[in-house]
T-cell receptor
Framework: NAGVTQTPKFQVLKTGQSMTLQCAQDMNHNSMYWYRQDPGMGLRLIYY???????DKGEVPNGYNVSRLNKREFSLRLESAAPSQTSVYFC?????????????FGPGTRLLVL | DAKTTQPPSMDCAEGRAANLPCNHSTISGNEYVYWYRQIHSQGPQYIIHGLKNNETNEMASLIITEDRKSSTLILPHATLRDTAVYYCIVRVARNNDMRFGAGTRLTVKP
């Protein structure tokens, strides 16, 4: 049981390049999330998916797109990377619980945009 | 949305109890208080959550005041491995959004 896995672990991009961050979970969770964490700050929600086939914006969605490929996988795409998107990106998943679900986080992807 | 206030940093001696406070004076009646921690640069780790009553699990205890305007996370016997940033979060009930603030950086010292 690997939990939540993320690829790649580290990536360097040039401004304007695109890339997709991959996330997968093997816990049969319905909900999945993407967060970003800037140095010295807490996590901020980018997008989430409450179930397969649905996605919703979080606190900081601009510059990102997401795809809930199936129940296991939730990808985050940067179409045209900017230096302001330099951050650590965490994926998480949770079961539904009407307010009591626990989110389980992956190890993170460290992205540097030059 | 309810917001939380936590001290930016705290120290604790190894083996002693660590008491981490959190203020959430605008919490709504159906919102839960969650605690997570983040060790170094790893993904956050769930610790405990509660609504009204005090809660205890194998990691910690959560004490919520009767008026629910504040809470305290208690690590009964802190170890060096408990050094981390601890986040107090009030869950927005209408969606899955968990708002992480800056948290409290707990340093456990030998």
């Amino acid at each position: 049981n690997a939990g939540v896995t993320q690829t790649p672990k580290f990536q360097v991009l040039k401004t304007g390049q695109s890339m997709t961050l991959q996330c997968a979970q093997d816990m049969n969770h319905n909900s999945m999330y993407w967060y970003r964490q800037d140095p010295g700050m807490g996590l901020r929600l980018i997008y989430y998916s409450a179930s397969e086939g649905t996605t919703d914006k979080g606190e900081v969605p601009n510059g990102y797109n997401v795809s809930r490929l199936n129940k296991r996988e939730f990808s985050l795409r940067l179409e045209s990377a900017a230096p302001s998107q330099t951050s650590v990106y965490f994926c998480a998943s949770s079961t539904p619980g009407g307010g009591t679900e626990t989110q389980y986080f992956g190890p993170g992807t460290r992205l540097l945009v030059l | 949305d309810a917001k939380t206030t936590q001290p930016p940093s705290m120290d604790c001696a190894e083996g002693r109890a660590a008491n981490l406070p959190c203020n959430h004076s605008t919490i709504s009646g159906n919102e839960y208080v969650y605690w997570y921690r983040q060790i170094h640069s790893q993904g956050p780790q769930y610790i405990i959550h509660g609504l009204k009553n005090n809660e205890t699990n194998e990691m910690a205890s959560l004490i919520i005041t009767e008026d629910r305007k504040s809470s305290t996370l208690i690590l009964p016997h802190a170890t060096l491995r408990d050094t981390a940033v601890y986040y107090c979060i009030v869950r927005v009930a209408r969606n899955n959004d968990m708002r992480f603030g800056a948290g409290t950086r707990l340093t456990v010292k030998p």
